[in-house]
Structure formats: structure tokens, C-alpha cells
């Protein structure tokens, strides 16, 4: 069958209310030329057209179902729509760049000086201006084939772009907004490439009113020994679907540390794919997930040990209250060269009410034989005994149980070196528990 | 390549000393599978009407399944037409033996070079075993010591025409005849196996005990067991295999069902020895093996121990389904691969029942090219109070060349449950290897001697002469050796 006619046999070929294809087919017509990237693009629309969405039978989709999604229709924002100024809470740095709907709005971002060599920019205005910066963009051709992936190369049309030139520190918090609008359907794409033995930091938040998708694409490519952290406050509304992908590839002696603290999102889903390339790479990811009444918190990393020396971490922690589920798929591969690999994997879940549910797949594939590499996964509710002890020296049940919920996520929040942002998620922590 | 890991690689190299095929004439069907071949099985056993019907509508089931292909292991497509599918030793079809002096002197002959203690030894080894050779059961001693008893210990074939209401009450629950690919396969053709039925309150007075042999060539093997301890009985089962050398791959699909009643324990303990192919993986035994035990009674417990050795590939999750409050199941597991074997093995536990208690330890092995993963599930369901697992996968790799490989997936619906699962992988060390032989210790030995540690947890819940046994396979697989 040829696709014209796959497509008039089913309008939405991939099964959905929303027309992607089509949508994104009239988006690659109408975009100015520097962004139409009609390689990249084509080869995203094929891919979905040939795999569709995924379903429950394939492996890493098992534990999403999105008939839910399937029958959701989302419009196509064309212009950035209006958003309440509080959304940028947290957000008070001197450089900002803010998204709405998948479209930057300088009205609400703050630009500043930067130094000699580093780009922090637009994505729309660096493929007009400066498109050699862009070379590494979707440059992984199997990642892109990762459905939810390809829709984001299909159909975004701004996202920011940060490079940093070799050897040269940024010491100014790099701020990212993508704020999203009732009923839209937004594609931000972020590409981060720092050079070798470059600096940066980002902090990005994510959030939005009522109903919408959002399917950001983040893009990390890390030089010899650069150093990069990364720390995502996934702050979606509860009633929205997210479906967020993260690429990351270190070069020899680079460090990343990523930090991902998720609470919102009917689903919130995300899927992180990281690379040591270069011997003696160090990866951190740090994940906190807070799941309420209704909530799906779900997230797929793959930690790849390519070569030799390379060290990664990984813990995820998971509250759960009310009928909600938490999902962690962790994997460490070592590929058959990464000797004297040390890789560690943590999942930990607390499950404060009885419909919870928390779903943990920490998974080792280890083809070298010289490696450390240990992981460890555990459910369980609070400590009786600890709450007793809290509430005989006067402290109130609910007092008591913040500050053991507050304890558990102790590891997350130390991980964070910005003093504003801990102390931010601890009052979050406990609004959250009261509500 | 280090020397060391070239002694190791020697080590792992321990021939395969149990290959030899017994010259027996046999009663073979074509190869093929359908409906008619179904109805053969079922009318050369005797079958009453109701069997064939289930085993029809697991054929039916079967051919509508897809081979499931998850699992981490790799192997060309099976042509199940190719197999056949039926084959008894001829002296046996008839009457039967009437006695152990009428089976055949071949096969007694093969059993004695296992070891087997079938004849002279069966008093001194206090163990009654149900030797089944190829497919149906020749010889089962000390049937009248347990029928004093009330125990019913024969083959399954023998069960369905002397039994057939605890069979047709029991069958197919555990395990059903859909459940997997290959349960539906076993069902449908299975030919025969073992039956165990323990009374009320009865304590089985020794270790039952069966031999497989593959032996006839391009014969699969479609075991059946089915195993029922009433309230408060308690039997232990060991189930040993070692198959002659073959250059064809073998397809065994077995299905072992176990059911506990209130405060019934079945201890379930296997050594698979089946031949693992040559050092290029040529030949070899396929495993693909349904295992799973009901605790459907209070207080109920079962408890898998394996030791697997060989195989081209093992597919395997012994399971436990703890559906009676406070019942417990354990799974205890060695799994040694070399040269090109491949394993992927593990366990499931579901808990349902309150305060059901579940302990999942884990050895994997790997050396040569092989490649060994573990895969297990932890399920608390929501009415699970209570529950507790602890899981422990530790994973030794032997050479540069081979993977290990853990896929443990938990699943937690209950928040009184107190889940745990760790995970380790490494290797022999040079320096454990180096202070062993400080002491004069040889190179070989050390390696014997860390690898017996590693697995000390597991070998120490099998019963005893089993223990022996099984240490001295894995020295024999690990030997060849080192210097």
C-alpha cells in the first residue's frame, strides 16, 4: 500500500483524534527554510507512519497504556497563547528563556551578556543565524526512531540552544521555561552542546494549565571533560500527558548530573537514554517522582557503558499517595569493552496509601567481565516505628510524617546545589502532602 | 588474555562425561504435529475421553499462540513438524514390567552409569526413584513402603487410569493449558512423567526421586508432573538430568505443577545436567520449561532449589503463586553456563494471600561466550498485608567474553509490603585466587573452592546427597582444567 493510500484509510494514521502526521506534513511545508531541517523531519514522519505509536505488547511501552492519549485531541499552536506570569515561579535569575507552547516568547525570557564563546539562544534564531551550531541536532538515528521522539522532530518549531565553546565556564544559571496552554499540543526541543573541558549549568521547568500535551526533546552532547548539570522540575499540570525524551553522550572524562524532580502530568513519562563514549565518563541521574490520586509517574533510562572507566549512578525515589502508580525501568548496559566499569542503580519507593502502586525494573545487561556494578530496589511503606518515635517527643502525625517523607527525599534535595530550589521543594514536599 | 583468565577458560572447559546413548529399540511416531498426532498420544496411553478433550483444546490453543520471543536468548526458529512427537522403549509397550528385573538391561545399564540407585543400591540410598526414559516411566521402586502410607507415587500415565479423579481435580490449575506457548505444547502432547499425591498430615518418610534421559534422537521431551501435598503433608522431590551427546538440538518442554494445602510444604529440588552442545554451541538440549507451585492452603510453603549446569538454552521460571495466607515460597538458584550456552532463568512470586513471605536467591555463572540472565518478578498484589520478599541476584563472570545479565521486575500494589531486591556482579579475583594458592592451594581448586563459596547459599538447601552431587557437577563442569 503506498502511504497516500495507508493515510486515506485511516485519516490518522497512527490511530489518534489528533492528526499528527498530517499536521506535522503541513508544518514541514510552512516552515521558514533554516528550520525545516526536511531530512531529519522526513525521516521522523516515516518512522511513526512505519511503527506508529507503541502499544502495551512492546516491552518498555507495557506499563503506559495510551488509548487514553490516542482519543485526546490537541491543537496545534501557531502563535505562543497567553500565560498566567506565576508559572514562572522559581525563576529569577538574569538569564531566562521561556517557551509557551513550544514557541519562545521574549516578552517573558531576560536575556543577558554572556561571555565570548557561549550561545544561549533560541533555537529558531540560531538555525537563522548561526546553523553550524546545530549540527548535532538529532544526529542519533535509532534514538529518533523512539516514537514519542520522532513526533518531537516532526513537529517542533522553536526550543533553545545552549553551546558552550572549549574550556570556557558559564557560571550564570542557564533558566529554561516550557510552559504550556490549555488543549495544545507543544514540541520544544533543547540542544545542549558544551565543548571539551566547558561549564554549564540549566534549570528547567516545566509547566502549564488544564488539559495539553507536552513532548519535549532534550539533546545533551558533552565534550572531553566537560562538566554539565541539569536539574528538571517536571511541574506539569494533573491533568496533562507528558511524554519527554532525553539523549545524553559523554566524551572521555566528561561529568553529567542530571536532576529530575517530577510531580505533575496525568502520565509523566520520560525516557532517557545516556552514553558513556569516552573512557572515564561519570554520570549522575537523580530522580524524585511525588505521584497523587490518578497520576502515572513513569520513567525508562538506559545507562550505556560503551567503553572502559566509566562510571554512573543512578537513584530514583518515589512517594505514592492515593491511587496512583510510579514506574522505574532502569538499565545498565556494559558493552563488552567498558572494563572496570562502576555502575550503581537505586530504586526506592514509599507508598503511603493503600492504592498505590509502584512498579521497579532495575535491570543490569553486563557483557565485560572487570566491572562493579550492583543494584538494588525496595518498596515499602514508613517505619512505625520511626513515626512512633516522632510522635512520642510531641510531634503531630501529619508533622511527623512530612518529616520522614522530607527525610526520604533528603538524598534528592542534597543533590541540589542551588539553596533556592531545595528549599522550594521541601514547602512543595509538604504542601504536597497535605493536599 | 591473562593468565589467569586462560586458566579459568580451562577450567570451564570440563567435558561433557555423560554422553552416551543407549541402544534400545524404539516406539516412535512420525514426525509432525496435529490434531491426529494429539488423538495417537492420547489413544496409545489409554486415555479416557476428557483427557484428549483438554489435550485438544491445548493444541487448538497452541496453534494460535505466538513463540514468544522476550526472553534474552537467541536460537533459529524450531520447526515443530520436524519433531517427533511419541517414544516409548518397545519392551515396555504391553503389560509393562512387572518387576525391576524386566526392564530392559540396557537402560538399567545407562542408569548405573549415572549412578542411579536403582537396583542394589536403592535400599542404601533410601531413595525411591521413577526412572522415566524417554517418555514413559519403566521402572518405580519402593512403591509399596510409601502406599503403607497412603502415598501415591508413580508415573503420570499410571495416575491418569488409577487415579483419574485426583488428576482431572488437579490438572491444568497451577499451570493452565493456555498459560504459556510452551505449557500449551506440553499439554497437548506431553506422554508422561509424575505423579505424587502425600495424605492429610502424612510426612513423606523419604526424598522422591526422578531421572530424565533424553534419549531417542529428534524425540522432544514433554514432561508432565503434578505434585499435590494435602493439609499439613510435606514431600521433598528431586529431579535429576543429564541427556546423551547430540548433534541435533533437542526440544524439551516440560510442565511441573505443584499444589499445597493448608500447612503443606513441597520441597522441589532439580540438578539439570542436560548436554549444553559442543564449544561451538553446536547440538545442545533446548529447555524451555514451565515450573510453578500453588501454596493455596494457610501456612503452605514451597520451595524451588536448582542447580542448572547445562542446556544450550534454559528457559525457566520455577514460581510461586502464594495465594493462602501466611504461606511462604523460597527459590533457591545456581545457574553455571560456559561456551555458547544460554540462560535465562529466574522466578516469579505472586503474592496474594496476607502475610505471604517470599526469598529469591540467585547464583549466575557465566564463562566462555555464554550468556546468563536472570529474570524474575515480584507481584504484591492489593490484598497481599503484610508481605514480604527479599531477592538476591549476584552474578560471576569468568573470561571476557561472555554476559550477565539481571531483569528483575517488581511489582508493588500494597503499602505494608516491605519489598527488597539487590544485585551484584564481579568476578574471581585475582587476588582471591592468588591468597588461595599462597597457601598451596591450587590454582584450580581456589577456583573450585570460590566458586562453591559464591554458591554456598544455594547448595545448602538442597538435600544432602543432592548437595554432593551438585558440588561435584560444577567442579566437573569447572574442570579440565586449571593449572
Known sequence: ?435 | MSAETESLERLADGGYAYGFVTDVEQDTVPPGLNEDVVRLISAKKEEPQWLLDWRLEAFRAWQQMPVPDWANVHYPPIDYQAISYYAAPKKSIGEGPASLEDIDPEIKKTYDRLGIPLVEQEFLAGVAVDAVFDSVSVATSYRGKLAEQGIIFCSFSEAVREHPELVRQYLGTVVPTRDNYYAALNSAVFSDGSFVYIPKGVRCPMELSTYFRINAKNTGQFERTLIVADAGAYVSYLEGCTAPMRDENQLHAAVVELVAMDDATIKYSTVQNWYPGDKDGKGGIYNFVTKRGLCKGARSKISWTQVETGSAITWKYPSCVLRGDDSVGEFYSVALTRDCMQADTGTKMIHMGKNTRSTIVSKGISAGRSQNAYRGLVRILPGADGARNYSQCDSLLMGDQCGAHTFPYVEVQNPSAQVEHEATTSKVSDDQIFYLQTRGISAEDAVSLIVNGFCKEVFKELPMEFAVEAQKLLELKLEGSVG
Open chain 1, 1 to 435: 500500500m503506498s502511504d497516500d493510500a495507508k493515510r486515506a484509510a485511516a485519516p490518522d494514521a497512527l490511530g489518534c483524534a489528533t492528526d499528527w502526521l498530517g499536521r506535522a506534513e503541513a508544518l514541514a511545508a510552512a516552515l521558514p527554510a533554516p528550520l525545516r531541517f526536511d531530512e531529519l523531519r522526513a525521516g521522523a514522519r516515516g518512522e511513526l507512519l512505519q511503527r506508529g505509536l507503541p502499544n502495551r505488547r512492546q516491552e518498555v511501552w507495557r506499563t503506559v497504556d495510551l488509548n487514553g492519549f490516542r482519543a485526546q485531541e490537541f491543537a496545534a499552536a501557531a502563535a505562543p497563547r497567553p500565560v498566567d506570569a506565576a508559572l514562572l515561579d522559581g525563576l529569577d535569575g538574569a538569564l531566562r528563556l521561556v517557551l509557551v507552547d513550544g514557541h519562545y516568547v521574549p516578552s517573558l525570557s531576560r536575556r543577558t551578556a554572556l561571555p565570548a564563546g557561549v550561545t544561549v539562544a533560541p533555537l529558531a534564531e540560531v538555525a537563522a543565524e548561526r546553523p553550524q551550531l546545530l549540527a548535532a541536532l538529532g544526529d542519533v538515528p535509532a534514538w529518533n526512531a523512539e516514537p514519542f521522539s520522532a513526533l518531537n522532530t516532526a513537529n517542533f518549531t522553536d526550543g533553545v540552544v545552549v553551546h558552550v565553546a572549549a574550556g570556557v565556564q558559564l557560571d550564570e544559571t542557564i533558566e529554561i521555561a516550557l510552559l504550556s496552554s490549555e488543549d495544545t499540543a507543544a514540541h520544544p526541543r533543547l540542544l545542549v552542546v558544551l565543548e571539551a573541558g566547558a561549564n554549564a549549568r540549566v534549570t528547567e521547568l516545566q509547566r502549564g494549565r488544564g488539559r495539553y500535551f507536552s513532548n519535549p526533546v532534550t539533546e545533551i552532547r558533552l565534550g572531553e571533560g566537560a562538566q554539565y548539570r541539569h536539574f528538571v522540575l517536571q511541574d506539569e499540570s494533573r491533568s496533562a500527558w507528558q511524554f519527554a525524551s532525553v539523549h545524553a553522550e559523554l566524551a572521555a572524562g566528561a561529568q553529567a548530573s542530571l536532576h529530575r524532580c517530577m510531580l505533575g502530568g496525568l502520565i509523566g513519562r520520560v525516557d532517557l537514554t545516556l552514553t558513556l563514549a569516552g573512557a572515564g565518563a561519570n554520570a549522575t541521574l537523580e530522580g524524585l517522582a511525588l505521584a497523587a490520586d490518578g497520576q502515572l509517574l513513569d520513567s525508562h533510562l538506559t545507562v550505556r557503558h560503551a567503553v572502559a572507566h566509566g562510571e554512573s549512578r543512578q537513584t530514583f525515589r518515589g512517594v505514592l499517595k492515593g491511587k496512583s502508580r510510579h514506574v522505574f525501568d532502569g538499565l545498565i548496559r556494559v558493552e563488552q569493552d567498558a572494563q572496570k566499569t562502576d555502575a550503581q542503580q537505586q530504586c526506592r519507593n514509599l507508598l503511603l496509601a493503600r492504592m498505590a502502586q509502584a512498579q521497579a525494573m532495575p535491570r543490569l545487561e553486563i557483557f565485560a567481565d572487570d566491572v562493579k556494578c550492583a543494584h538494588g530496589a525496595t518498596v515499602g511503606e514508613l517505619d512505625e516505628t520511626a513515626l512512633f518515635y516522632l510522635r512520642s517527643r510531641g510531634i503531630g502525625e501529619a508533622e511527623a510524617k512530612a518529616l520522614l517523607v522530607r527525610a526520604f527525599a533528603g538524598e534528592f534535595l542534597d543533590g541540589l546545589d542551588d539553596a533556592g530550589w531545595r528549599e522550594r521543594l521541601e514547602a512543595r514536599i509538604d504542601a504536597w502532602l497535605e493536599a
